[in-house]
Structures are given as C-alpha cells and as structure tokens.
C-alpha cells in the first residue's frame, strides 16, 4: 500500500511557475523503487500523461522543456518543477505510483492521489 499526496497546486499568471510535490508514504519502500508520474485532467478532457520517472524520464511533447520531474528519494517526495506555465496547462494535477515498473499505459498505476488544481490564467 502506497498513499499519495500532492500539493503546491495554484493559480499563476501565463508564464509563471509552480512546484507540484507529492509525498509517498508505504510501510516497506522509498519512491526509489517506484515508477512515478505525474497525470492532469482538464474539465470536459481524458486525463492525459504528463511525466514519468524511473531509472529515466519522460515526457509529454506539451511540456517538454518546462517541466521538470524528479524524486527525493531520501525525503519520498516526488517534484514537478512547471515553467513557463501557459493557460492550456491549467487542470487537476495528479501524482501517481507503481511499484518497481512503469506501467505501459497511465490507467494502469496501482497508486493515486486526491489531486491538486493549477490554474494558469492569460
């Protein structure tokens, strides 16, 4: 059992930044032996990837070049570093886990978190 919780979610101007966290907590391991990433639903669209991270990491066309993931594999805190936010980032950010693999679609991660909301107005 993993428990996900994000936060650092906001609202921003066009061109502004954030800095989503997400703290794991599981009885048995650190988010070093997690696949995590990070998924975001706008109102009225399919929820959609947006970063992953494992041994490496990956990202959306979208958001290459602005966003950032990483882990804190001492703290088990996983971090989406959004640059450069522009109005269509805007969505319900959520955080992810599996254990050991990177599922091959974002549907199948075991572990989820509540979500949190980042608005980026023009």
């Known amino acids: 059992q993993v428990q996900l919780v994000e936060s650092g979610g906001g609202s921003v101007q066009a061109g502004g930044s954030l800095r989503l966290s997400c703290a794991a907590s599981?009885?048995?391991?650190?988010?070093?032996?997690?696949?995590m990433g990070w998924f975001r639903q706008a109102p009225g669209k399919e929820r959609e990837g947006v970063a992953t991270?494992?041994?490496?990491?990956s990202y959306a066309d979208s958001v290459k070049g602005r966003f950032t993931i990483s882990k804190d594999n001492a703290k088990n805190i996983l971090y989406l570093q959004m640059n450069s936010l522009k109005p269509e980032d805007t969505a319900m950010y959520y955080c992810?886990?599996?254990?050991?693999?990177?599922?091959?679609?974002?549907?199948?991660?075991?572990?989820w978190g509540q979500g949190t909301q980042v608005t980026a107005s023009s």
């Open positions: 992810a886990a599996n254990m050991f693999a990177c599922p091959r679609s974002g549907g199948d991660f075991r572990y």
């Open positions: 599981s009885p048995t391991y650190s988010v070093a032996y997690m696949c």
């Open positions: 991270i494992n041994r490496s990491t």
